[in-house]
């Protein structure tokens, strides 16, 4: 094989009729600029990217691509290696062309190509020459394709994957169908090696003794099984005289029985997520170090399944599915989603005329795919709405491969496909489907109900991880686990496709839809990831790895044991995780060790019993917090021995003892300063600051600007907060009055336009000359006819952040319905990890139950405790007015102030972005709240140093 990846020519035309026909597919072309293959052409500063979801970019007129379609224009000149030429028979083959394009060899037409994210290799023995072959490519951005390749992308053509020459010997092995089966039963393999070869052909399998004819079964005899938890390979070559082949064969058997998924007769949970190839400067161009840092880093937040939304990834990405592990669902690269818009009429999966355009690309994803373990379902595709064109596909892989199941959820009916998967189906739908209690499908008359209630179901997209969320992913699981039929699902996305561009500032900038001045596009919707564009976690992927932790970990209230649960689907606890308990109290360790390990099979529980030292009484000022923490005993290919499996705390808070009043009144000057006009402090000790004011409203979250699929009926969330003014609410002071050594301070903050109103009962008491004791009661007034963002008291520190150290759940941000990951602890937060540096700004940050915090500021500290309930608290160096107006990270300016909010009380975050808002029990209807704290300025340096880094 010679790849032929590198620096070509290339020349751009507008239009198809305006791409000369010079003779450039074989005169010099010098003249032309050079650009790199693989790559995208508009990321190579060739014209500019565009993203558009669902809408097609250019007007629906199939199977027309519009004039204005971008033509790149390909050469390479290259020799080709004796030894490549010295074979009976060569072969051109390109792994990738967005979307369509002819190929020329010295003159020669090859061919054409369809197929975007699929393999074309042309056969070029009579057209090759060992030196200066000219090879010509000319490439149309759009095509009749891009009608059926219509997924929620960026629009990105050229030949974005390898290009390669490959020499084929007399004897060659043109094509081998491997199936390595498992029999659970008698714990034995079975091999069927179909191969299509000139000549005999051998198949051998060196670590099992085996050398013999292909095209027969051959018993294995013992084997280990391939799983996703254990993906034990086995190397096998395939040879005629000529030609050896190197494969790896995972033995297992996939079925459905009962309505349940089952590999190697035990069923599996799927722990998924999409994942679409994209890199912020190299688009959907492959880098195997990329691809397998991606794979590690889902591993290392217990992800075991990925759907290859929207068309199989690059070949190689299959090799590392196979050797670390993960269940794939590997998706055809189909989706006509573009014609929603026009009623789904001239829908090409219902069209004849595409047919074998249908078949043709299953065909090829199923034929470049079939040898890898790590595939457990073939999907048809995405979003094709129905038709008998995907029925044909189904027909065709049922009847090449009836080891793997067919997966596609646009089959409303269930009628051709084997597992029932939907996407963002609300909690109350999965616990019905779970429950079985479903008939009809509401939307399908035709379902074939029968056979639907002998599926498994999944979802292959949920919790839409756009912006701050997604919300509910617990509530998900929780229902994933109760019902036996329910597989699992597939959280949308992996990760962020931001565009990254670089300035002519120097500055590097992430885009999104519009910024490239698509006429038509969809904005920030292709922001949607658990992992920034470039590869930062986001606290998404942070929950969402607790939500699916392969142990889970109860500590008893009363310390006297921990409840062990291994959620593995094959791997047994001993011998694979150690435990190792700690008792923390104030911050400080007081004891710890290390629990012995339990004999647990998959899905089993377990108990075990914690040392008398955890539950000896022992006074805390702030929190007596024992926690058990799971870790893996062996290094793993993604993380080192002692990577987090699962962890679960026992937290007792302390009952605050509140200080007293300072009695002696003469003392120097007061612990804070009351303004007169407004009733707010404007000083704690010599910290200035302005506030506190009452605070509703949150800086919309992309969840909270869109409509809930489960509230159609209603705006969102942002709309009916901005509807009653809960943005800008109006403060009136309604009573400031001396009151046993302290002040009183009651203000009523009034939505503007309505008579609804929160009124505050503030009453200060300074404690010393830098700390003042609050308490505070609120009170709704008139009927609030939505929920609250949240109740929090706001506070400007007239200095920019530096930090917090708190004492609460993190060290992540959490949120109501958005909090699996975050446990007790002493954090230290630097600037950077106070909000989330969001593509799309948007609020972000907090963390509840905090019981004591330092705020960090340049000019000191101010220290918030609880006398009463934990708190959440926000800290940022922007104000939620301009994070609400900014339409990009990078346009936010610190305004050099320290924004506080002390939340009573919050509401979720839902996932209404795709799917269901926030979940009722996870909203803030207006309701009395109150709280006490203590509020005290500390020198920065001089705060307590906390134990543990964030
Ligand atoms: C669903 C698409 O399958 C996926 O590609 C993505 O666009 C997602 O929505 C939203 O980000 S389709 C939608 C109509 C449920």
């Known amino acids: ?126 057209v090759l020459v060992p030196t200066a072959n000219r090879l010509a490519v000319r490439v149309a951005q759009f095509s009749d394709a891009t009608y059926i390749e219509n997924q929620d992308m960026w629009w990105l053509p050229g030949i974005f994957r390898d290009v390669a020459l490959l020499a084929r010997p007399a004897a060659a092995v043109d094509d081998v169908q491997l199936v390595a089966d498992f029999d659970p039963a008698t714990g034995e393999g079975t091999l069927s090696v179909r191969v299509r070869a000139t000549g005999a052909a051998r198949v051998l399998v060196p670590e099992l003794g085996i050398d013999a004819p292909a095209d027969e079964r051959i018993p294995a005899g013992e084997v280990e099984p391939w799983t996703a938890e254990t993906p034990r390979l086995y190397d096998v070559v395939v040879r005629t005289a000529d030609e050896t082949v190197s494969m790896r064969a995972g033995f297992r058997r996939v079925e459905v029985r009962d309505a349940q998924l089952l590999v190697n007769g035990a069923p599996i949970m799927l722990r998924g997520v999409n994942r679409h190839e994209h890199h912020p400067e190299r688009g959907r161009v492959f880098d195997a170090a990329d691809a397998r840092a991606d794979l590690l880093l889902m591993k290392r937040h217990h992800i075991n399944a990925v ?37 789904w009429s001239g829908n090409p999966s219902a069209d004849p005329r595409w047919r074998d355009a249908y078949l043709d690309r299953m065909r090829r994803t199923v034929h470049r795919d079939k040898n890898h373990p790590s595939v457990i379902m073939w999907s048809l595709g995405n979003e094709a709405h129905e038709g008998a064109n995907l029925e044909a596909m189904s027909r065709w892989v049922k009847g090449f491969d009836p080891t793997r199941l067919v997966h596609y959820e646009g089959d409303r009916g269930s009628r051709y496909v084997d597992v029932y998967s939907r996407m963002y189906a609300s909690h109350a739908e999965v616990r019905e489907i779970g429950q079985e209690t479903v008939d009809a499908l509401p939307y399908d008359a035709d379902a074939d109900t029968v056979r639907r209630a002998s599926l498994p179901f999944l979802q292959c997209e949920f919790a839409h991880a756009m912006g701050t969320g997604p919300g509910g992913l617990e509530e998900y699981w929780d229902l994933f686990e109760r019902y036996p039929r329910i597989a699992g699902g597939f959280v949308w996305e992996w990760v962020e496709q931001a565009i990254a561009v670089t300035g002519d500032d120097g500055v590097r900038r992430l885009r999104y839809g519009g910024d490239f001045g698509e006429a038509v596009h969809d904005g920030n919707y292709v922001i949607d990831g658990l992992v920034s564009a470039d590869r930062e976690p986001r606290p998404g992927l942070l929950h969402y790895a607790a939500v699916i932790a392969p142990v889970r970990i109860d500590v008893a209230g009363d310390r006297t044991g921990v409840r062990i649960e291994n959620r593995w689907d094959f791997l047994r606890l001993e011998g694979q995780v150690a435990l190792t308990w700690e008792r923390r109290v104030d911050g400080r360790v007081l004891a710890s060790g290390e629990l012995a390990v339990p004999a647990c099979g998959p899905r089993l529980r377990a108990e075990v019993a914690l040392p008398h030292e955890a539950r000896v009484s022992i006074e805390a000022a702030v929190a007596d917090v024992v926690t058990v923490t799971a870790v893996g005993v062996g290094a793993q290919p993604w993380a080192d021995a002692g990577h987090v499996l699962g962890a679960g705390q026992s937290v007792v808070h302390a009952v605050a003892v509140a200080p007293a009043p300072s009695a002696d009144a003469s003392s120097a000057r007061p612990a804070c300063e009351i303004d007169a006009v407004t009733g707010e402090l404007t000083r704690i000790g010599s910290l200035p600051l302005r506030g506190p004011s009452v605070g509703l409203w949150r800086a919309p979250t992309d969840n909270d600007l869109d409509v809930a699929d489960d509230e159609l009926d209603l705006p969102p969330v942002a709309t009916r907060w901005r509807d009653i003014g809960m943005d800008r609410m109006v403060p009136r002071l309604q ?42 009661v609120f009170d709704p007034v008139g009927r609030w006819p939505h929920a609250w963002a949240r109740l929090g ?72 405790r609880t006398l009463s309930e934990p708190f959440a608290l926000t800290v940022s160096p922007f104000s939620r ?70």
């Open 881 to 950: 007015a301009a994070i609400a107006a900014a339409r990009h990270g990078w346009e936010l300016e610190a305004d050099g102030r320290t924004h506080v909010s002390v939340d009573l009380a919050q509401s979720g975050v839902g996932t209404a972005t795709c799917g269901p808002g926030i979940l009722p029990r996870h909203r803030l209807t207006a309701r009395p709240l109150s709280i006490s704290l203590l509020l005290e300025q500390v020198d920065a340096d001089a705060a307590e140093e906390p134990d543990e880094p964030a």
């Open 1 to 126: 094989m010679q790849s032929l990846n590198g620096s070509w020519r290339f020349r751009l035309s507008p239009a198809l009729r305006a791409a000369p026909d010079d003779g450039w597919q074989t005169r010099a072309v010098d003249d032309w600029d050079a650009i790199d293959v693989p790559a995208h052409w508009n990321l190579q500063g060739f014209g500019a990217p565009a993203y558009s979801n669902v809408q097609m970019p250019f007007p629906v007129d199939p199977p027309h691509p519009p004039d204005a379609n971008p033509i790149g224009d390909y050469r390479l000149d290259f020799d080709a290696p004796a030894d490549v030429v010295a074979h009976p028979r060569q072969l051109l083959r390109f792994d990738g062309i967005e979307s369509a394009a002819e190929v020329w060899l010295n003159g020669a037409l090859l061919g054409t190509t369809r197929g975007s994210r699929l393999t074309h290799e042309f056969d070029v023995t009579d």
């Open 307 to 343: 759907r290859t939304s929207h068309y199989p990834p690059h070949p190689d990405t299959l090799d590392l599915f196979d050797e670390l592990g993960f269940w794939v669902i590997d998706e055809c690269d189909l989706e006509s989603h573009g014609f929603e818009h026009v009623g």
């Open 735 to 776: 009573q400031l009055s001396p009151e046993s050594g302290g002040t009183r301070v009651r203000v009523r903050t009034g939505a503007p336009i309505t008579g609804l109103a929160v009124d505050a009962d503030l009453l200060w008491t300074p404690v010393g000359e830098r700390a003042v004791r609050l308490d505070a």
């Open 793 to 864: 008291l706001d506070l400007v520190i007239e200095a920019a952040p530096a930090g917090v150290r708190m004492a609460g759940l993190g060290p992540m941000p959490s949120y109501p319905d958005m909090r699996a990951a975050a446990r007790f602890g002493w954090y230290d937060l630097g600037p950077a990890d106070l909000v989330v540096d969001d593509v799309f700004p948007q609020e972000s940050g907090s963390r509840r139950g905090v019981v004591d915090a330092t705020v960090l500021t340049a000019r000191g500290g101010l220290r918030v």
